[in-house]
């Protein structure tokens, strides 16, 4: 167990419909981070918040939104779903701000389905 | 743009022989590199890490090995395990980018007994 909870596991939907996932660092971790994995390709950094303020962008789509919250949670939005958007999202969380190296913990990951 | 390739899907090893995956990268400016392991329906998670200052970083019976002027990494298991059977991604990032990770497609590995 990474202490890092993502919620929900599963997520199925349709296209056009907007969702949200949720994620809890572990305890201390100042750092969030959000990658995607589609099928058969590495993780893709979505984006990174250190201690409430975004501090790093991936290819993150502008249909996509992350916030990270005071008590340190993350949640990111996804909106207006396509086919393509289905893919594991995993959220990962480390002490600092992950320069240098440091290692991320991640979670267990929410599968979307997009139909 | 894959900066970070992992051209085997997959491997297949002897238990107790040596497992070695190999990672490309392209990026001249990546400076740490490490390698996470993930079982189905997990995360990944950290196994080990070398920065450039370093060609070669040891963990028990993992090995990782470095060498800048080809742009290639590897990684050794020694000897394989049972439990060694999952996928490994290797990654890189530039030591300013925050936590910026580039990941490669990662190489399933299948331990046979």
């Known amino acids: 167990d990474s202490g890092v909870t993502q919620t929900p596991k599963h997520l199925i939907t349709a296209t056009g419909q907007r969702v949200t996932l949720r994620c809890s660092p572990r305890?201390?971790?100042?750092?969030v981070y959000w990658y995607q994995q589609s099928l058969d390709q590495g993780l893709q950094f979505l984006i990174q918040?250190?201690?409430?303020?975004?501090?790093a962008k991936g290819n993150i789509l502008e249909r996509f939104s992350a916030q990270q919250f005071p008590d340190l949670h993350s949640e990111l939005n996804l909106s207006s779903l396509e086919l393509g958007d289905s893919a594991l999202y995993f959220c990962?969380?480390?002490?600092?701000?992950?320069?240098?190296?440091?290692?991320?913990?991640f979670g267990s990951g929410t599968q979307l389905s997009v139909l | 743009d894959q900066q970070v390739k992992q051209n085997s899907p997959s491997l297949s090893v002897q238990e107790g022989r040596i497992s070695i995956l190999n990672c490309d990268y392209t990026?001249?400016?990546?400076?740490?590199f490490l390698w996470y392991k993930k079982y189905p329906a997990e995360g990944p998670t950290f196994l080990i890490s070398?920065?450039?200052?370093?060609d070669k970083n040891e963990d028990g019976r993992f090995t990782v090995f470095l060498n800048k002027s080809a742009k290639h990494l590897s990684l050794h298991i020694v000897p394989s395990q049972p439990g060694d059977s999952a996928v490994y991604f290797c990654?890189?990032?530039?030591?300013?980018?925050?936590?910026?990770?580039?990941f490669g497609a990662g190489t399933q590995v299948v331990v046979t007994p």
């Open positions: 918040y250190y201690n409430g303020e975004e501090r």
């Open positions: 990654a890189a990032s530039a030591g300013d980018s925050w936590g910026k990770l580039q």
């Open positions: 305890s201390g971790d100042l750092s």
């Open positions: 990026n001249s400016m990546f400076d740490y």
């Open positions: 070398i920065s450039s200052i370093k």
């Open positions: 990962a969380s480390s002490v600092g701000t992950g320069a240098l190296g440091e290692k991320l913990f």
